[in-house]
């Protein structure tokens, strides 16, 4: 079955470091989709993905589709308290409604 | 955007009993609701997929006669945890799927519900 691995776990940066996790799937995907979940909160739709290749940019968020479909990458410039919390992908694939979680990398951001 | 609630937040049932869960979309109608189980610093476990009007589909290892899923209407989805027991203690999750927006570009995207915490004494 289709798998999503996201590295790092967890990562602590200092406010004003960059941040960057890395999704990989095993099998290639039709689109790759963003969330974020605060502690205590639930997740949030941060931005879909579709073309090989694609980067999309939201302020200081850049997110990245690889160009063989299977990996994506979310970068942070310049992080602050506010962007503290859990950062999943979720893989869609051709034929199936569902969408499968990535493991998450938790974020911590120390002022 | 589009809203998903869930009701209710927080339930503490005893051992043995059944708890529903409720989940709406407010201001959209969703084709395709999933629920989702989430343990602490863990990811989001997918327990079924359900479509309005037919039965849910479940994932592998999910007992089907214990989280009855039920998807009665094009905006609401319940879950009901049948016989539980202290493992099934966890957070729940709904998220609703359906064409939003003017482009259906959206239409994949997945809004969640805040989440039920189910703990079972």
């Known amino acids: 079955g289709q798998q999503v691995m996201q590295i790092p776990q967890y990562q602590h940066v200092q406010e004003g470091e960059d941040f960057t996790t890395y999704c990989n799937s095993s099998?290639?995907?039709?689109?790759i989709q963003w969330y974020k979940q605060r502690p205590g909160g639930h997740p949030v739709f941060l931005i879909q993905l579709v073309k090989s290749g694609e980067v999309k940019k939201q302020k200081r968020l850049t997110f990245q589709f690889g160009e063989a479909k299977k990996n994506s990458s979310l970068h942070i410039t310049a992080t602050q308290t506010t962007d503290v919390g859990t950062y999943f992908c979720?893989?869609?694939?051709?034929?199936?409604?569902?969408?499968?979680f990535g493991t998450g990398t938790r974020l911590l951001v120390s002022p | 955007g589009a809203v998903v609630s869930q009701h209710p937040s927080r339930v503490i049932c005893k051992s043995g009993t059944s708890v529903k869960i409720e989940c709406r979309s407010l201001d959209f109608q969703a084709t395709t609701m999933f629920w989702y189980r989430q343990f602490p610093k863990k990811s989001l476990m997918l327990m079924a997929t359900s479509n309005e009007g037919s039965k849910a589909t479940y994932e592998q290892g999910v007992e089907k006669d214990k989280f009855l899923i039920n998807h009665a209407s094009l905006t609401l989805s319940t879950l009901t945890v049948t016989s539980a027991h202290p493992e099934d203690s966890s957070f729940y999750i709904c998220s609703a799927r359906g064409h939003v927006g003017t482009s259906g570009g959206l239409a994949y995207e997945q809004y969640f519900g805040p989440g039920t915490r189910l703990t079972v004494t």
């Open positions: 099998t290639t995907l039709s689109n």
């Open positions: 979720a893989g869609g694939y051709t034929g199936f409604q569902k969408l499968v």
